[in-house]
């Protein structure tokens, strides 16, 4: 019992210690102009290249470090949809095979409310399906319009661009 409260110390001395380093690394990330969801801004990466898209929406592919080159970027997305969260929800699980883990949750966005989605597994849209993909999707509610913010790709490099996206997204400040 003794070993187990000393080990549970340690690994808890661990985080709290390394927390503020993890913090700083991210807020160390150079920043870029600002991009618009709605009515809101709030700055973007400078590892968030832009790219050609369809208006209304807006598109980055977001860079890796070495050890991922094998994989694709990820490909982050903002656009204006129309349709209820749930509707949307609903067709994004289905670019997904059935087996996918997903799971929801509420997230404020500056100063929008709005509802996450999560989906990992194997990706079935496209010309052949993706094992190991990921998926974070934002469905938020503002005032005039309702936004979707996709973030897709291979699940490490997902993983790596979710704290950035995060981040952005509690930044964002009302525009008007």
């Known amino acids: ?6 080990r549970l110390c340690l690994l808890v001395g661990l985080l709290l210690a390394l927390t503020p380093q993890l913090v700083e690394a991210q807020s160390k990330k150079e920043r870029s102009e600002n991009i618009s969801v ?4 709030a700055a973007g990466f400078k590892h ?5 898209a369809e208006k209304p929406e807006q598109k980055w592919s977001l860079g890796k ?3 991922l080159e094998k994989f694709d970027d990820a490909i982050l997305t903002i656009t204006e949809v129309k349709g ?10 289905k670019e997904f095979d059935e087996k996918a883990i997903n ?5 404020k966005a500056g100063p929008m409310m709005g509802e996450t989605l999560f989906l990992s597994g194997t990706y079935t849209k496209g010309a052949k399906p993706q094992e190991r993909y990921r998926m974070y999707a934002v469905f938020l509610d503002g005032k005039d319009a309702k936004i979707l913010v996709k973030l897709i790709g291979p699940g490490q490099v997902v993983g ?3 704290p950035d996206l995060d981040m952005f997204l509690k930044e964002l400040k009302d525009a008007k």
């Open 1 to 6: 019992m003794f070993r187990y409260v000393w």
């Open 38 to 41: 709605g009515t809101a801004k």
């Open 48 to 52: 968030w290249k832009a790219e050609k």
């Open 65 to 67: 470090p070495k050890e």
């Open 84 to 93: 209820t969260k749930d509707e949307i929800f609903s067709t994004l699980k």
């Open 103 to 107: 799971r929801t949750d509420k997230l």
């Open 160 to 162: 790596l661009h979710q």
